[in-house]
């Protein structure tokens, strides 16, 4: 199975923008989708992202999505930074050869 | 709104089963399958299996062969988890989520079920 590595925790003040990355340890990261979820405190996750760039209907869009073929990796990206922003950030995609769900590590996001 | 309903805290001793129940409402069950994940405090999400609410089909993941069972009754549109042989590091949130299909996004989350494993 692949693995997904997320940075352990990111910060940045409100307004600014902020990016987290997710980089696939084997096998090209656009042979299938990845998606985005955010974990607050005590609560379910909920999807941000998913096939790559796409938003939920809800999430505003100042959350967006890509994958760069060149670093192997998924990003999210968040613009506009709220203090309702501050959550746990999870990577997500589909080991196809050995019919696995792969999780990344999580990334926390401090607004402060 | 589609809703998943998961059934209350467990607390259970090293050996023994638990099972969790996940009732689904406000869509077509058999449309989408489940999937189980848990989350070990502190701890990032790990993916459990899956099973697909048409026809029963079964993924589970390879650490778990053995000891967990999936299945779903679509009578009641629910979904059903059915660890064994539980240990402490068993110790987790369990959440049920609709995945149309294996591979998918993991659409709609149940509220978790926390499920301590000790002596």
């Known amino acids: 199975n692949f693995m997904l590595t997320q940075p352990h925790s990111v910060s940045e003040s409100p307004g600014k923008t902020v990016t987290i990355s997710c980089t696939r340890s084997?096998?090209?990261?656009?042979?299938?989708?990845v998606q985005w979820y955010q974990q607050r405190p005590g609560s379910s996750p909920t999807t941000v992202i998913y096939e790559d760039n796409q938003r939920p209907s809800g999430v505003p869009d100042r959350f967006s999505g890509s994958i760069d073929s060149s670093s192997n990796s998924a990003s999210l990206t968040i613009s506009g930074l709220k203090t309702e922003d501050e959550a746990d950030y999870y990577c997500?995609?589909?080991?196809?050869?050995?019919?696995?769900?792969?999780f990344g590590g999580g990334t926390k996001l401090t607004v402060l | 709104q589609v809703q998943l309903v998961q059934s209350g805290a467990e607390v259970k001793n090293p050996g023994a089963s638990v099972k969790v129940s996940c009732k689904a409402s406000?869509?077509?069950?058999?449309?989408?399958?489940i999937s189980w994940v848990r989350q070990a405090p502190g701890q990032g999400l790990e993916w459990m299996g899956w099973i697909s609410a048409y026809n029963g089909d079964t993924v589970y993941a390879q650490n778990l062969q053995g000891r967990v069972t999936m299945t779903t009754d679509t009578s009641t549109s629910t979904a059903y988890m059915d660890l064994r042989s539980l240990r402490s590091d068993d110790t987790a949130v369990y959440y049920c989520?609709?995945?149309?299909?294996?591979?998918?996004?993991?659409?709609?989350w149940g509220q978790g079920t926390v499920v301590t494993v000790s002596s």
């Open positions: 997500q995609s589909y080991d196809s050869s050995n019919l696995y769900v792969v």
């Open positions: 989520a609709t995945e149309q299909w294996l591979g998918s996004t993991l659409d709609y």
């Open positions: 406000a869509y077509t069950f058999t449309n989408y399958g």
């Open positions: 084997s096998g090209s990261i656009a042979s299938t989708y």
